[in-house]
């Protein structure tokens, strides 16, 4: 499926500190200021330099738009929120080495709670293409019928 998703926040599974994550090394946090450069290199990097200016923008407000998910003090993870337009959630990424451990779900959450705390009931996931059955299976996240290319129709790619 192409396009966009919709999460009712009201409804959301419970926000489980970290899904255990500590145990196995790995800290999630909201970003601060003093991050945004490692971030940014990391999303770029590993994402592309798309990626890279919606999580720059998540990081022009305080608190950020962003939460991290760090192993040995270096970003392997990431998921942003509001920067590419209000009530949209996204980009997000997990390094590939460290996928299939629950640090997207974890990352989703955050962000998902952060959105509902900010007074949202409902929130976009824009272009999920292969991730959709990840968020429908996350937080019970639906299609929105005819939302795709959506937002992100007139993107500038050079």
């Given at each position: 499926m192409k396009g966009d998703m919709l999460v009712k926040l009201y409804n959301l599974p419970e926000?489980?500190?970290?899904?255990?994550?500590?145990e196995k090394g790995i800290l999630i946090k909201r970003a601060i200021a003093p991050d945004r450069n490692s971030v940014i290199s990391f999303v770029t990097d590993t994402f592309g330099?798309?990626?890279g200016g919606?999580?720059?923008?998540?990081?022009?407000?305080?608190?950020?738009?962003?939460y991290i998910?760090?192993?040995?003090?270096?970003?392997?993870?990431?998921a942003c929120f509001d920067s590419t337009a209000p009530d949209f959630f996204g980009p997000t990424g997990v390094a590939p080495e460290f996928r299939r451990k629950g640090i997207g779900r974890t990352l989703l959450l955050k962000?998902?709670?952060?959105?509902?705390?900010?007074?949202?009931?409902?929130a976009?996931?824009?272009?999920?293409?292969e991730a959709s059955s990840f968020y429908e299976k996350s937080v019970g996240a639906i299609?929105?019928?005819?939302?795709y290319p959506g937002f992100y129709q007139n993107l500038i790619t050079k």
């Open positions: 926000d489980k500190e970290d899904g255990g994550l500590t330099k798309g990626w919606e999580c720059a923008a998540a990081f022009s407000r305080t608190p950020t738009k962003c998910a760090v192993s040995q003090k270096k970003v392997v993870g990431f962000c998902l709670h952060s959105m509902k705390e900010e007074g949202y009931a409902y976009v996931i824009g272009d999920t293409d299609p929105i019928p005819d939302s």
